[in-house]
């Protein structure tokens, strides 16, 4: 009834107030008062026998109960937020992939949200319609790589857009976070460009871009694990796994905090759930992943968010943020995954030696499955240099972890980084990180000289004082030294039989086949027909993905040689002298 009285009161209003307005308009007007009066006095009649005769309220009501569906007419100019994308009009993505195993595992979860959108892949960059990088920024000469490639890919643009077939050019990952701005306005040789936290908005940032627009997102995340997608992995025997992303260390040196954001870790049924479906699908190595992968911490889950289990550290080791209360632990998912499967190998990178609690050494030495390989970063062999690095342990601290380690795993492999030239390094800190590496022995190292990166904590506080070319006489003894020290270590396996994971033929002789033991190192022997694993008397050749005996012949820095014995398994391999027991028998 109020809207009722208030639609007589809005037909009294017109009624009263046009004859008012109608003097205001006179002097504009080539008509007398009188027929202006007139004519308004007409047009409220008017007027008012059309809002009489017009819809009233009931009618309304009445037309809001009609449930009849809107004709399609209606709807037709209606436009969708991404348009539709036909079989015939499917575009190509092609992919580079540079840097470390993160950056593997970020092409398979980008691909796998791109095939969604409807794209195809191809391995032929002169048939993609797009083309995506997938960037590392840890250092300059990795980032150098990616402009000379892009210098590349820009002439292949212009060409393209003479035959007036269209390329769009993407970068990805940790570069694109980081220089953003002068990928897309300075230099303008891309047209997107998506951060490590961003790959789920590829889709519309590449249709904007096929609209003739540059497009960025580069926001990084306190909750993205991209935990929902399940990664689309290459075919091969061997994956990678993330468990976590980001870091919450802060070294001085190092870029990864700000361009791949704060600790993060993935649920532990999600890890679970894509570690069963390898599994189902003939892989037989999963490597699991984060930038400080033994760090991991699942509080998905209301038992593990509400544990009051604080963080445990090895022993002399601390940290820049305080101690994280709850949470499941890495010892707990290290040990889940390894029950998935009793014939997949488990390993993991990359780690920071402060996360390695007796816990999860006991378990590595326990669990057949995983493997007896540590990456224990160092960084250098200088206590002084150490602290500048905000490492948060001591050369003494390290020794100390390195003894625990090799008492809890006897004849465990061990490989780690460096770097050498750090801000205020000296010839005595130099010396002391080659001491280092002659008394820990080490079965595979990564060395790298010094390169400042923007916006870490060595950039706004620190002198990158140390001459190129002392980094670069200095790398040379480091690698000198490390090459030294792990033939000697690698010496020490000539006799033994090591188990190796077939990864297919030598890149040197398609007569030699290569894979990898227990510690990572490369296995190289030759191929030939083996006695099966249920029966010495029927043989069986070698092929990509089998377990196989290798007995080593020599060694050197990096790489074994040896001669196979049989084929075997994780979960049943059997001794030499049980091998070598059975072929006397059978002779």
Avoid at 79 to 101: D, I, K
Avoid at 149 to 170: E, V
Avoid at 422 to 427: Q, Y
Avoid at 430 to 441: A, D, I
Wanted: aromatic share 6%.
């Amino acid at each position: 009834m109020k809207l009722v009285s208030g639609l007589r009161l809005f037909v009294f209003s017109v009624q009263t107030y046009l004859p008012r307005r109608a003097p205001r308009y006179r002097s504009h007007c080539s008509v007398s008062s009188k027929d202006t009066g007139e004519i308004s006095e007409e047009r409220a009649r008017r007027f008012k026998t059309k809002l009489s005769s017009g819809p009233d309220f009931h009618h309304f009501l009445r037309a809001s109960s009609n449930k009849t569906p809107p004709k399609e007419s209606q709807t037709e100019h209606e436009e969708p937020y991404l348009p539709h994308v036909s079989p015939a009009s499917m575009r190509r993505v092609y992919f580079e992939t540079y840097g470390c195993q993160m950056n593997v595992n970020d092409t398979e979860i980008a691909w796998s949200i791109l095939q969604k959108g409807g794209y195809l892949r191809t391995s032929e960059v002169s048939e993609a319609d797009v083309v995506l990088l997938v960037t590392c920024s840890i250092r300059e000469k990795a980032e150098q790589t990616i402009w000379n490639r892009l210098r590349q890919l820009t002439a292949l643009k212009k060409k393209r857009l003479k035959a007036n077939s269209h390329l769009k050019i993407g970068i990805l990952g940790c570069m694109a976070e980081r220089l953003k701005t002068e990928l897309l306005e300075k230099e303008k040789v891309v047209d997107v460009v998506v951060g490590p936290d961003a790959y789920r908005d590829l889709p519309r940032l590449l249709t904007v871009a096929h609209g003739g627009q540059r497009a960025s997102n580069v926001l990084l995340s306190l909750e993205e694990t991209y935990a929902d997608i399940m990664p689309i992995h290459s075919t091969g025997h061997s994956a990678f796994v993330s468990i976590m992303r980001g870091c919450d260390n802060m070294c001085s040196f190092c870029v990864v905090p700000f361009t791949r954001g704060r600790e993060r870790s993935r649920p532990l049924s999600s890890i679970l759930e894509e570690v069963r479906m390898l599994s189902d699908q003939g892989v037989k190595e999963v490597t699991l992943l984060g930038q400080n992968v033994n760090s991991y911490r699942d509080i998905s889950e209301a038992q593990f968010s509400m544990s009051e289990v604080g963080l445990r550290l090895s022993r002399g080791f601390s940290t820049v943020y305080r101690a994280k209360q709850g949470g499941l632990r890495f010892a707990e998912l290290l040990d889940r995954v390894s029950l998935v499967d009793p014939d997949m190998r488990i390993r993991f990178t990359s780690p920071h030696p402060k996360d390695f609690p007796d816990e999860v050494l006991h378990l590595i030495q326990e669990k057949k499955n995983i493997c007896k390989q540590i990456h224990l970063p160092a960084q250098s062999g200088s206590s002084r240099v150490l602290q500048t690095m905000r490492r948060g342990y001591t050369r003494e601290a390290y020794l100390e972890l390195v003894e625990n380690i090799r008492k809890i795993i006897p004849g465990v492999s061990l490989s780690s980084d460096f770097i050498t030239g750090f801000c205020g390094e000296t010839e005595e800190d130099h010396h002391q990180t080659l001491s280092l590496l002659r008394e820990v022995g080490y079965n595979i190292g990564f060395l790298f000289a010094y390169s400042m990166r923007k916006k870490t904590h060595a950039y706004h506080r620190l002198q990158d004082d140390v001459p190129t070319e002392v980094k670069q006489r200095r790398l040379k003894e480091l690698i000198s030294v490390f090459r030294e020290e792990a033939a000697k270590v690698n010496a020490t396996l000539i006799g033994s039989t090591q188990l190796v994971l077939v990864e297919g033929e030598s890149k040197r002789s398609s007569q030699e086949l290569c894979g990898r033991n227990d510690g990572n190192l490369k296995v190289i022997f030759p191929k030939k027909d083996l006695p099966s694993q249920t029966s010495v008397m029927s043989t069986v050749p070698i092929k990509a993905g089998d377990y196989v005996l290798v007995k080593i012949t020599s060694a050197n820095s990096q790489s074994l040689r040896g001669q196979a014995i049989s084929h075997t398994s994780l979960s049943h391999s059997r001794t030499t002298e049980e091998l070598l027991n059975e072929q006397a028998a059978a002779c």
